[in-house]
């Protein structure tokens, strides 16, 4: 029997199939059911007004001091996962956040289409990379693991900039774009904010790739992130270096259900192929 | 895999329901079962879910109240101007029994018309309780009269109808006669009741609880309800009034936009 558990910054993961940042993750009981459904981890994304009462106490906060309270009833490690306009308020929320119950700290960098975050606000420089690490490694005494941006010339040195910043591991990547759909009836954008990123099967190639390039340029851990929709494409990542593998647009493709299926996947491709661990496929298409 | 882009078509029809309650027909092969919901993008808005209250061959229909931007705008839409549908999503009503009780709260009315139009087709003895704070409020007056739907209507107020609540007549319609399904659309307490009284009387019931959604497919985790985290849009938005009873959340508290906790009744 294959071994497919995974030792991800001292998280112990079942598997390596991890529900990603941004994705039905909002709450407690949310991310449970993503457990339920077979997630080895769960990644839960605080959001507008979430973040906002957990910055400025108001009747909401005791709200979400229990909601974020016993985590440990999820089933799986939870990871926290923030964002913020500047170092300052990084480092603020991930000081808040670390006192929660959350076994691992994404600190995401790379939103594509907010204004004031991410790669509109200019982040995704190695330079406000490593100072937003380095503000967060302050006040974090938890994992730390940084999102990037496939949308970047060199993705590698941005991954430096994280490790040498304090990032325990880095997770890669986030969506491509922005991208934008007009809907040429009305001659309307049509997504609310009328920009989004990109996922699922465009984004894969990208990912791996990003993945590849971050292996070889860090000796933290990846969580391979980007349209892994299959116990294959989780292979494939992990073949291009990832410890463990983030599932997003997948839970749309294949319904919530999605990590068992991967993870049933991953198994039977290990059998098939004589694997008995992650670790001997982990980084083997950087063999020469 | 459905396609998960809007497809936009003109208005057809308007039809004025009540005091700021309006329906809006639709040219698009919806192929929705009763109970169902539609996502329906207003260009350059926003998208909302919304159960369907028409439908026929070429054809489908939803009924909105006038409450926030975007149902505002809707209401105020006339025939030719364009609408984006996405859908159907979430599960449907199961039709059982030969007797059967409908319960519209408000406009939930409108999510259970196309239920009542299958019972009356499959010759189901289908009883339908209406209920709004007074008569200028109350929907499908003309509809239900039409169809030959039985029907009674309640108002608060008593200005139209029987003076109370449709739960009242509900337990009058469950000790007098024999009811084998009772199915519920309206205000999370009034569900909340129905559910509490069908499970006394030990009548089985399905309601629709109705969350903020943003995507309607299972993505955004938005209508995830405590504590199992069953997400609304795909596990619901019918679920058996047993499962609903289940969920922490029901007629307590729901999520906004933020994913903040507001509670039922006015308080927070």
Same mark, same amino acid.
């Given at each position: ?6 030792? *991800? ?9 991890? *529900? ?5 993750? +909002? ?22 007004? %979430? *973040? ?39 480092? %603020? *929320? ?10 691992? +700290? ?46 970047? %010339? ?29 809907? +040429? ?6 997504? !609310? !904010? ?29 969580? !391979?992130? !980007? ?10 990542? +992990? ?50 | ?43 350059? $808005?926003?998208?909302? /879910? ?13 009924? $909105? ?121 309206? /205000? ?11 499970? =006394? ?8 609880? =109705? ?16 504590? =199992? ?40």
């Amino acid at each position: 029997m294959a071994d497919i558990g995974v030792n *991800l910054c001292g998280l112990k993961l079942a598997n390596p199939t991890v *529900l990603a940042s941004g994705i039905v993750g +909002i709450s407690k009981a949310s991310v449970s059911y993503a457990v339920k459904n077979g997630a080895g981890g769960v990644i839960l994304t605080y959001e507008g007004g %979430m *973040l906002n009462s957990v910055g400025y106490p108001n009747p909401g906060i005791d709200n979400i001091a229990e909601e974020f309270s016993n985590l440990k009833s999820v089933g799986a490690p939870v990871i926290g996962s923030i964002t913020g306009k500047n170092a300052e308020e990084f480092a %603020m *929320l991930a000081g808040k956040i670390n006192k929660m119950d959350f076994a691992a +700290i994404e600190i995401v960098m790379s939103c594509p289409h907010t204004p004031g975050y991410g790669t509109m606000a200019g982040q995704s420089t190695p330079e406000i990379t490593e100072e937003i690490t380095k503000a967060v490694r302050a006040k974090v005494t938890k994992p730390l693991f940084v999102k990037l941006s496939p949308n970047v %010339m060199a993705i590698s040195e941005i991954a430096k900039a994280a490790e040498k910043g304090g990032a325990d591991a880095i997770t890669a990547v986030n969506t491509l774009g922005p991208g934008m759909v007009i809907d +040429i009836k009305s001659r309307k954008p049509v997504l !609310g !904010g009328k920009i989004g990123g990109l996922s699922g099967d465009a984004l894969r190639p990208v990912a791996v790739r990003c993945v590849y390039d971050i292996y070889k340029s860090v000796k933290i851990p990846i969580i !391979g992130t !980007g349209g892994v929709l299959t116990g294959e494409h989780a292979v494939e990542m +992990i073949m291009a270096g990832a410890t463990a593998v983030g599932i997003g647009t997948g839970v749309y493709n294949r319904g919530i259900s999605v990590f068992r299926k991967v993870t049933r996947e991953i198994t039977a491709f290990m059998k098939e192929n004589n694997y008995s661990t992650l670790e001997e496929m982990r980084g083997k298409a950087h063999e020469e | 895999m459905k396609n998960e882009m809007p497809v936009t078509v003109p208005i057809k029809k308007v039809i004025d329901e009540a005091n700021g309650i309006k329906s809006v027909i639709l040219p698009y092969r919806l192929n929705a079962k009763p109970g169902q919901f539609a996502m329906i993008w207003l260009p350059g $808005v926003d998208l909302k /879910p919304v159960g369907v209250s028409y439908q026929d061959e070429s054809s489908f229909g939803i009924t $909105v109240s006038a409450v926030g931007a975007w149902s505002k705008k809707i209401c105020e839409m006339k025939a030719g101007e364009l609408l984006g549908v996405m859908g159907p999503y979430g599960k449907a009503f199961k039709l059982e029994g030969k007797n059967i009780v409908l319960i519209g709260g408000g406009y939930g009315a409108a999510s259970l018309m196309m239920l009542a139009e299958r019972a009356l087709k499959e010759e189901t003895n289908a009883t339908m309780i209406i209920g709004a704070r007074s008569s200028d409020c109350l929907i499908y007056r003309e509809r239900v009269k039409q169809l030959g739907l039985k029907t009674i209507f309640t108002t608060d107020d008593g200005s139209f109808g029987e003076k109370g609540f449709t739960t009242d007549v509900l337990q009058k319609i469950l000790k007098e006669e024999k009811a084998d399904k009772v199915f519920a659309v309206g /205000p999370e307490l009034m569900e909340k009741r129905v559910a509490e009284i069908c499970l =006394e009387n030990n009548v089985p019931c399905e309601i629709s609880i =109705e969350r903020y959604m943003k995507c309607g497919f299972g993505v955004c985790g938005a209508c995830s309800v405590d504590d =199992e985290g069953k997400r609304v849009c795909v596990e619901g938005t019918v679920f058996s009034g047993e499962e609903a009873l289940k969920i922490r959340e029901f007629g307590k508290y729901h999520r906004d936009g933020s994913a903040l906790k507001k509670e039922f009744g006015g308080k927070k």
